[in-house]
Structure formats: C-alpha cells, structure tokens
C-alpha cells in the first residue's frame, strides 16, 4: 500500500503512438510549421507595431490574439517535437502542471479575444459614425485586459482542482502534452468535480462567446446585403465566410472535445482534433486575420521597401 501511495513525481508523454519513421515525418512537418506559426504572428506583431497607420483599435486587438497565438506554440509545440525525437523523455510534475495552465489560459483567452475582434468588426460595419466612440481606446484596453483576466482566473480554477487530487498510480499520458483530461485519468480519487468544473466552464467559455460571435456575423451579414457595391459584397462575404471557418474550426473543435460524449472519439481521434485546436489555428489566424487585409499588405510592402531603400543607401 505504501508502494501505492508514492506520489508521482514526472510523466511520460506517449504523443503519437507510430513507428520512428513516421515520427521523423512529423517531426519534420511540425517544426516546419512551428516556424510558419511564429513567423507569421511575428510578422503581424513587428509590422502593427512598426506601422502608425496601424495603431487602431482592430489591429490592437490582432496583436493580442497574435500574442497568444505565439503563446499558444510555445507552450505546446516544443515538448511534442522533444518527444516525437524521445518518446521516453519525461516531463515533471510541475513542468507538466505549468504546461496544462498556460493552455488553458491561453485557450480561454483566444475565446474571449474571439468574441471582442467580432464586435468590432460589427461596429465598423454596421455603425461607422459611432465607431470611434463605442471602440474608444479605454474600452479597448478595459477589454483586452478583462479577456486575459478571465481567461487566466478560470485556469486557475481548474489547476486548483487539480491539485488537490493525489497521482499515486500509472505515469503515462497518453497525448502529446499535458492535456487536462487526459492528466486527470492519472489521478488515484474521484473525479468528477473536475468533470463537471471542466463541462460548465465549456458552456461559459465556448458556447456562450460562440453564440455572440454567431450573432455579430450574422448582423454584419445583414448589413453586407444591403450594401450597393456588388464587389463590396463579394470582398465582404470573402471575409465573413474566411473568418467564420477559422472560429468554427476553433469552437466546433473544442466543443467536440470538451463536451461531446467521449466514447464516440477515440484517443487517437481527440488527439488529431487538439491538433486543430491548439496547433493549426494559430498558423492560420495570421493569414485570415490580418495577410488577406489590405492595409496590412501596404504596411508590409512599406516596410519592405524601406528595409530595401536602407540597404541600397
């Protein structure tokens, strides 16, 4: 009994259960991505903050959803590519406790970031006049921070109940990095505070902002139809359609995951669905959000040019 009850200490990340060469496959196709993951956000962050023109309440809030973005890689990505090299390499108990916080953090942060980027997109479309008073700078900030607050006080809500739970027993994990659920198959009590904590806060977290991110596109939607301008239609429903394929695959795939019954996925299906979730997302954001804008794609070019014109000089 004693044996039993010897805390664990680390664990072990058994990731993507293939042979070694599928995982240098993968290793390859991940770091590749990795690096599109944080030189696009990179870029957005270098070229807003670079650019005047650009210091505007939209694109203060596409620095943040950047940042998080960039968060969201680091946090993940470098411990499954270790493991992809080193399935055997543990993690620590606290490494892995730090990595299962600041994912959800940052998961209930981009949600809540989500929600903010289409009310303002709402506003400049649908009440111009009025943008500059409703999107004030000070209620910007107020909203930005209250997205990290949040996000942040609600992940260490689940950490708390976490913690609180002995793991006596098996060490292994079977994800590529500490995900909350599957950290809580490990723990040697009952769980199913946990469970519940972890349901409700998904209704608040992702049904709730994407039923306010559902109806600010569709209000734009309306006033999108009653625009005159056919090619101002076209480009409107080009950016709606793109913007809301990123939220759904953001949502949906975290709704599936957090509060869809889990005996109708597979681990391995959970596994390629996080891999959306938490990792193909942050890539895509930077080419949805901001490369497809027009104005980031002066920015760039001005900057482009000015590095070049330095260069010849």
């Not at 390859?28 to 957005?44: D, E, K, P, R």
């Not at 609180?164 to 659920?181: K, S, T, V």
């Not at 040697?188 to 349901?199: E, G, P, Q, R, S």
């Amino acid at each position: 009994m004693e044996e039993n009850q010897t805390m664990v200490t680390e664990f072990v990340l058994l990731g993507f259960c293939l042979g070694p060469k599928i995982h240098q496959i993968l290793f390859a196709s991940f770091s590749l991505f990795y690096a599109f993951t944080l030189l696009g956000n990179g870029v957005i962050l270098g070229i807003i903050c670079g650019d005047s023109r650009l210091h505007s309440p939209m694109y203060f809030f596409l620095c943040h959803l950047a940042i998080v973005d960039i968060a969201y890689a680091c946090n993940t990505v470098p411990q499954m590519l270790v493991n992809l090299l080193d399935p055997s390499k543990p993690i620590s108990f606290a490494g892995c406790m730090t990595q299962t916080f600041l994912f959800m953090a940052f998961a209930h942060t981009e949600c809540l970031l989500l929600v903010v980027m289409s009310y303002d997109w709402y506003v400049a479309i649908c009440h111009p006049l009025r943008y500059s008073s409703i999107m004030s700078w000070r209620d910007c900030v107020a909203l930005v921070i209250t997205s990290w607050t949040c996000g942040s006080l609600l992940s260490m809500v689940h950490m708390s109940l976490i913690l609180r739970l002995p793991f006596c027993g098996p060490h292994e994990i079977n994800h590529f990095f500490c995900e909350i659920l599957s950290v809580l198959k490990l723990a040697c009590a009952d769980t199913t505070l946990n469970k519940v904590v972890i349901f409700a806060a998904s209704v608040f977290i992702l049904v709730g902002p994407l039923c306010l991110v559902l109806v600010s596109y569709t209000r734009i939607l309306v006033s999108v139809l009653r625009m005159q301008s056919g090619d101002g239609r076209r480009k409107a429903f080009s950016t709606c359609f793109s913007h809301l394929c990123v939220v759904g695959l953001f949502f949906g795939s975290a709704i599936v995951m957090y509060m869809a019954p889990k005996s109708q996925h597979p681990e391995e299906q959970q596994k390629i669905l996080f891999l959306f979730y938490s990792f193909f997302n942050p890539m895509l954001n930077p080419m949805i959000y901001s490369l497809r804008n027009a104005e980031v794609k002066g920015a760039l070019r001005r900057a482009l040019c000015k590095e070049t014109h330095s260069q010849l000089v």
